[in-house]
C-alpha cells in the first residue's frame, strides 16, 4: 500500500513499524484469549447447545466455541483498532519536514492495523480451530503469578476506593507539574557524525583574503583536532542567487575519524576543541551545523540555525544596525550559541555622479552618457555568432582594467557627438562608498537576518527569553518588524496543526465509542483513560530529560488508542457479563480478573517491541528515542490505571442510578437466599 501511494520508506516509518509491531498482535491476543477460555470448559461461558450424538459432533462443538468466541470480541477489537487509526490520522495533516518525516509513519501504521485486524478476525480462528484442544485449561506460573496479586490489590482498591481516586488524581497533578517543567523544541538533534563550520568574514573580503584566511583556519584545526580527517571547504555562492550563503562566507566541511578514536567526552568535546582554535582568529563569525540538517534549514527557511530573526524594513543601513543589536541581545540569553548576524553593508562601490552642466557644454544628453558607461561596464549585446548549432551571444563592452581599477575608469574617453573626446573625470564626479553586499528580500521586503544555535535548554524557553530580552532592550523604528523563525517556526506550525487536529480525532473517537456502548456514561469512562495514559510519558519524559518534540508528540498519539483499546476490552467484558445475569459488582471482579491477562499481554508486547528503539544508540536513535520513552511510560500508568481505576468507575458511574439500584436489591436478595 506504501507503494500503490507512492511513499517511500524513510527513518520514521522503520519507526512506525517498531511501534505497529505491539500493535499487530493485540487483536490476536484478544481473540485467543478468549478462544482459549471458551475450548478450556470455561464455567462461566454458555453452555453450549446440545445436539443429538453424530459424527462429527466434537467439530460441531469446537466450531460453536470458535464461533461464539470470536463474536464477543469481534466489536470490541473492531472498535479498538478503527480507534488507534483514527487516532494517527491527525499526523497525515502535518505541513512541512514534519510531515514529510511522520505522514509515512502514520500510514504504515493504519495499513499494517487493517491487515492486523483482517487476519484476527479471518485466519487465527481458523488456525485455533485446527490447533487448539477443548480440554481443561491451566494458566502458566507465571499468570498464576500476577491473578492472585491482581486478586488482592483489585480487593484492596474496592475497599479503599476513595485512596486511589485520590492518587489517581494526585498523579493527574503531578503529570502536569512535571509537563511544566519539560522542555519544548522542534525535532532532536540527529547526530550525523560530521561536521560544518560556518565561517563568516567581512563583506568586502576579497576572493584571495578569503582563500588564505579559509587555509589558516583548516590548518590550525588538522593540527590541533586530531579527530578531524579531511577538511573540504566552499567558499562564496553559486551564480544563479539561489543558495543563501552571502559572498563573504564559506562552508567548511569537516569529515570526522570514527568515534572510537574520539577523546573523551564525545562529540561535543570535540566541539569544544574546534570553538577553541576558532576564537583565536579575529574578525572571523563561525557556527556549527551539519551538512543534512544544513540543507533542510535552508530548503525550509532560508537560513540555518536553530533560530532565525528576520528583520524586515527599507533602510538596508538600517537593518544593518538593528541586526547587530538584536545578536548582542541574543547573545545576552543563556542557552546562545553561534549567533550569526548579516552584515549587509561594506561592500567597496564607486559611485559615479554625472556632472549635468559639463556634460551639457560638452554636448553630451545625460540618459546617452549614462548608456554609454552602462555599456562600457555591463556590455552591449551586438549580435549573434553561429557556429553549425551553436548560437553564441555577441558582446561588447569595456576592458576588465575598467571593472576592478577606478583610476583607470575615472580616465576612460568618452566620444562626445561633435567627435571630441572627454575623460570621465571631467564629466562626473567619481567617489568610492561603502555598499550592501547582497540586499535580500522576501514577501516583498527588504530584511536582514540573525542566526542563533540553542544548546543546554529547549528551543521554546529560549525564544520566550529572548523575545521579551529583545522587546525590552531593542527599539524597533516605524515600519520596521521582526519575524521568528527557523526549527522555532517549524515547532510552532506543529504545534499549531496538532492542536487543531488532536481534538477533532478525539471527538470522532468519542462518537465510535457511543456507536460501540450506546451509553453516554461508559464512553466517558473509557474516555477517562486517555489523561491517565498521558501521566506516565509526561513523567517519563521528565525524568529522562527529553524535550517535548513532534516525534514525543507521536508517542503520545500512539498511547491515547492503546489507552482507548484497552478500555474498550475491559467494558465490554463488564457489559456481557452484565448480560448474563450476574450483579454489577461481580460482573466488575469477574471481568477484571478475566481480562487481566489480555491487557497485560497488549501492553507488554508493545513496550518490549520498543525496547529496540530504546536503547539504540546509531544515527537516527535522537529521533526515535522520545517516542519509546513517551510510549513505555505511558504503558506503564495506563495499564495500572485501567486494571485499577476504571473498575472502580465502572462499579460507581458505568450504570444509570436506578440500574444500579435495582440491581442492588437483586444482589442483596440473592445474598440473603
Known amino acids: 500500500l506504501m507503494r500503490w501511494f507512492g511513499l517511500s520508506a524513510n527513518l520514521m516509518s522503520l519507526g512506525g513499524l517498531a511501534i505497529a509491531l505491539g500493535m499487530l498482535v493485540d487483536a490476536a491476543v484478544v481473540v485467543v484469549e478468549n478462544l482459549v477460555n471458551h475450548m478450556a470448559h470455561d464455567p462461566d461461558a454458555e453452555p453450549p447447545v446440545p445436539h443429538p450424538p453424530q459424527q462429527g459432533a466434537g467439530s460441531s462443538d469446537r466450531i460453536a466455541r470458535i464461533l461464539r468466541g470470536v463474536s464477543e470480541v469481534a466489536g470490541p477489537v473492531l472498535s479498538g483498532v478503527a480507534i488507534i487509526a483514527i487516532v494517527f490520522l491527525p499526523l497525515l495533516t502535518l505541513e512541512g519536514l514534519e510531515g514529510k ?95 560544518i563550520v560556518q565561517l563568516q568574514k567581512l563583506p568586502s573580503v576579497s576572493l584571495g ?35 543563501p550563503m552571502g559572498l563573504n562566507e564559506t562552508d567548511t566541511f569537516l569529515v570526522l575519524k570514527p568515534m572510537a578514536e574520539w577523546r573523551a567526552g564525545g562529540k561535543d568535546a570535540v566541539i569544544a576543541a574546534m570553538r577553541r582554535v576558532l576564537e583565536r582568529f579575529p574578525g572571523v563569525d563561525f557556527g556549527f551545523t551539519q551538512p543534512i540538517e544544513m540543507r533542510v534549514s535552508e530548503m525550509l527557511t532560508g537560513s540555518r540555525g536553530d533560530l532565525v530573526v528576520k528583520i524586515f524594513g527599507p533602510d538596508i543601513a538600517q537593518l544593518g544596525a538593528l541586526s547587530q543589536q538584536v545578536a548582542e541581545t541574543l547573545k545576552s540569553v543563556p542557552g546562545a550559541e553561534e549567533v550569526l548576524a548579516a552584515r549587509p553593508e561594506g561592500v567597496q562601490y564607486l559611485t559615479v555622479q554625472v556632472d549635468r552642466l559639463a556634460a551639457g557644454r560638452a554636448g553630451f544628453d545625460v540618459d546617452s552618457l549614462q548608456q554609454d558607461l552602462r555599456a562600457l561596464i555591463e556590455g552591449q549585446p551586438q549580435g549573434m555568432v553561429l557556429e553549425g548549432v551553436r548560437r553564441t551571444p555577441l558582446l561588447l563592452r569595456g576592458g576588465a582594467d575598467l571593472r576592478s581599477n577606478p583610476q583607470a575608469f575615472a580616465q576612460v574617453m568618452i566620444t ?62 516605524e515600519g520596521v518588524r521582526l519575524q521568528w523563525g527557523g526549527q522555532f517556526e517549524n515547532q510552532q506550525r506543529a504545534a499549531a496543526r496538532l492542536g487543531l487536529v488532536v481534538p477533532v480525532a478525539l471527538a470522532l473517537i468519542f462518537v465510535l465509542l457511543m456507536t460501540t456502548f450506546g451509553s453516554f456514561r461508559q464512553s466517558v469512562l473509557v474516555f477517562a483513560n486517555i489523561p491517565f495514559a498521558l501521566v506516565g510519558g509526561v513523567v517519563a519524559l521528565w525524568g529522562s530529560g ?59 508486547i508493545t513496550a518490549l517491541s520498543l525496547i529496540p528503539l530504546l536503547s539504540a544508540t546509531g544515527p537516527g536513535s535522537e529521533i526515535q528515542k522520545p517516542l519509546a520513552i513517551v510510549v513505555i511510560g505511558g504503558l506503564l500508568s495506563s495499564t495500572a490505571l485501567t486494571l485499577v481505576l476504571l473498575p472502580l468507575l465502572f462499579a460507581r458511574f458505568g450504570l444509570p442510578r436506578a440500574a444500579r439500584k435495582a440491581d442492588a436489591a437483586i444482589a442483596k436478595t440473592e445474598n440473603v437466599g
Not at 570621465?424 to 564626479?429: C, D, E, G, I, R
Not at 529583545?470 to 523604528?477: D, F, N, Q, S, W
Request: charged fraction near 15%.
Open 546 to 604: 527529553q524535550y517535548m518534540s513532534v516525534p514525543a508528540s507521536v508517542g503520545f498519539i500512539a498511547l491515547l488508542g492503546i489507552a482507548v483499546l484497552n478500555g474498550v476490552v475491559l467494558v465490554s467484558h463488564f457489559n456481557e457479563l452484565l448480560q448474563r445475569g450476574l450483579s454489577l459488582q461481580q460482573a466488575v471482579r469477574d471481568g477484571a480478573m478475566r481480562r487481566l491477562r489480555p491487557v497485560m499481554m497488549t501492553a507488554s
Open 209 to 243: 583574503a578569503t582563500a588564505a584566511l579559509d587555509l589558516r583556519v583548516q590548518q590550525a584545526l588538522l593540527r590541533e583536532v586530531p579527530e578531524i580527517r579531511s577538511i573540504v571547504a566552499r567558499s562564496g555562492s553559486d551564480d544563479l542567487g539561489l543558495d
Open 101 to 195: 518525516l511522520f505522514r509515512p509513519v502514520a500510514l504504515t501504521i493504519v495499513f499494517a492495523l487493517g491487515a492486523s485486524l483482517l487476519i484476527a478476525l479471518t485466519i487465527v480462528p481458523v488456525m485455533a480451530s485446527l490447533l487448539l484442544k477443548t480440554m481443561p485449561h491451566t494458566d502458566p506460573w507465571l499468570v498464576r503469578i500476577l491473578t492472585a496479586g491482581y486478586r488482592r490489590v483489585l480487593d484492596w482498591s474496592f475497599a479503599h476506593s476513595r485512596i486511589v481516586v485520590v492518587v489517581a488524581l494526585l498523579s493527574l497533578l503531578a503529570a502536569g507539574w512535571a509537563y511544566t517543567r519539560v522542555g519544548k523544541t522542534f525535532m532532536p538533534t540527529l547526530d550525523e557524525g560530521d561536521v
Open 416 to 477: 562626445a557627438p561633435d567627435g571630441t573626446a572627454y575623460p570621465l573625470s571631467q564629466l562626473a564626479t567619481l567617489t568610492p562608498t561603502q555598499g550592501p553586499v547582497l540586499v535580500a528580500h522576501e514577501d516583498g521586503s527588504r530584511f536582514a537576518a540573525v542566526q542563533a544555535n540553542v544548546s543546554g535548554r529547549d528551543l521554546v524557553s529560549y525564544v520566550a527569553d529572548a523575545r521579551q530580552a529583545v522587546a525590552t532592550r531593542v527599539k524597533l523604528p
